[in-house]
């Protein structure tokens, strides 16, 4: 199977955030995806933090929004992939590995979801999103 997966960062003056997600981007070692930034023209130096990333942001733009809804709805009409993975300013995965497990394990799913868990410092585990999904 021939996946595309898209990440799309939304960010608004939150530089410091913003370069950890994009660091947290750039160590994960399965690299088959594009990445996609939408900034909704920061003045905090955010734009400084993508162009000094460009060589793995494959899109980016910084315009004034009407905020994250709308951000998100530009990343989505700017992607390629089959799959879209929104991993916002200052998210970050836990793992350097957690695209290349997520890669293995792929079959031809038409929905995945990621749960969420909140940490506070290096790794203190706080809470875990959602806390149980039902589908029935």
Request: aromatic share 12%.
């Amino acid at each position: 199977m021939n996946l595309k997966l898209s990440i799309i960062t939304v960010n608004f003056n939150n530089a410091e955030g913003l370069k950890k997600t994009v660091d947290s981007v750039t160590a994960q070692t399965w690299k088959d995806f594009e990445y996609i930034i939408i900034d909704g023209s920061s003045t905090d130096g955010s734009t400084e933090v993508i162009k000094a990333n460009k060589n793995i942001i494959d899109r980016w733009v910084s315009e004034p929004d009407e905020g994250v809804y709308q951000a998100m709805n530009k990343g989505i009409s700017m992607a390629n992939g089959e799959y879209l993975l929104f991993l916002n300013s200052g998210d970050h995965f836990y793992k350097d590995d957690v695209l290349e497990k997520f890669h293995k394990e792929l079959k031809e799913q038409d929905l995945i979801y990621f749960n969420l868990n909140v940490v506070e410092g290096k790794k203190d585990f706080i809470k875990e999103y959602p806390e149980k999904l039902s589908f029935a």
